[in-house]
T-cell receptor, first 116, second 119 residues
Framework: AQTVTQSQPEMSVQEAETVTLSCTYD???????LFWYKQPPSRQMILVIRQEAYKQQNATENRFSVNFQKAAKSFSLKISDSQLGDAAMYFCAYRTPIQGAQKLVFGQGTRLTINP | KAGVTQTPRYLIKTRGQQVTLSCSPI?????VSWYQQTPGQGLQFLFE???????NKGNFPGRFSGRQFSNSRSEMNVSTLELGDSALYLC??????????????????FGPGTRLTVL
């Protein structure tokens, strides 16, 4: 079974600074999807960024980028130029590429605080 | 396009009762997944429905069940409620979970959740 671990329960960063959230995972599959989801106080889960394991290039979405290290099974999220609206719980998640499988395996989450 | 909707948003029940939660996916989406979120266990996958059939199931007792209707709306039911069932229940819908290599990536869109409190 796949597992996802987020070792940082809480992180804080000054507004406009850069912060990196860590995530490691365990799987025996060679191909899979990895995600970072954001859950603000409203509780609505929002997809921040995704990475397909077969792609060597790290995904980037505006101020959000990942550092995907497949051999190390590491998938960290970097948020540049942090904004107050980035404050939320961030979840790292894994999904198998098996056709039809929509099950997400989540890490325990990291609560990110942005200090003005 | 309207997002995923869940009803009710808040619910209070007592031990031993049963409860039904509803999820309406984004129009055109055929896959609906359910997750339970608690402070202790985090986010855990309950089950997924596609075209009215349960396709995947998590490790939850038989008290947790679900179904999907022909219009893709889904309901989950919890019978004989226990205190530990208090949680935020999230559903997520996606367009088409088959043939991703051909159709492209199918993002899952989450609803706002139903907060269930069991007293």
């Amino acid at each position: 079974a796949q597992t996802v671990t987020q070792s940082q329960p809480e992180m804080s960063v000054q507004e406009a600074e850069t912060v990196t959230l860590s995530c490691t995972y365990d799987t025996s599959e060679s191909d899979y999807y990895l995600f970072w989801y954001k859950q603000p106080p409203s509780r609505q889960m929002i997809l921040v960024i995704r990475q397909e394991a077969y792609k060597q290039q790290n995904a980037t979405e505006n101020r959000f980028s990942v550092n995907f290290q497949k051999a190390a099974k590491s998938f960290s999220l970097k948020i540049s130029d942090s904004q107050l609206g980035d404050a939320a719980m961030y979840f790292c998640a894994y999904r198998t590429p098996i056709q039809g499988a929509q099950k997400l395996v989540f890490g325990q989450g990291t609560r990110l605080t942005i200090n003005p | 396009k309207a997002g995923v909707t869940q009803t009710p948003r808040y619910l209070i029940k007592t031990r031993g009762q049963q409860v039904t939660l509803s999820c309406s996916p984004i129009s055109g989406h055929r896959s609906v997944s359910w997750y339970q979120q608690t402070p202790g266990q985090g986010l855990q996958f309950l089950f997924e429905y596609f075209s009215e059939t349960q396709r995947n199931k998590g490790n939850f007792p038989g008290r947790f069940s679900g179904r999907q209707f022909s219009n893709s709306r889904s309901e989950m039911n919890v019978s004989t409620l226990e205190l530990g069932d208090s949680a935020l229940y999230l559903c997520a819908s996606s367009l088409n979970a088959q043939g991703e290599a051909v159709l492209g990536f199918n993002e899952q869109f989450f609803g706002p959740g139903t907060r269930l409190t069991v007293l």
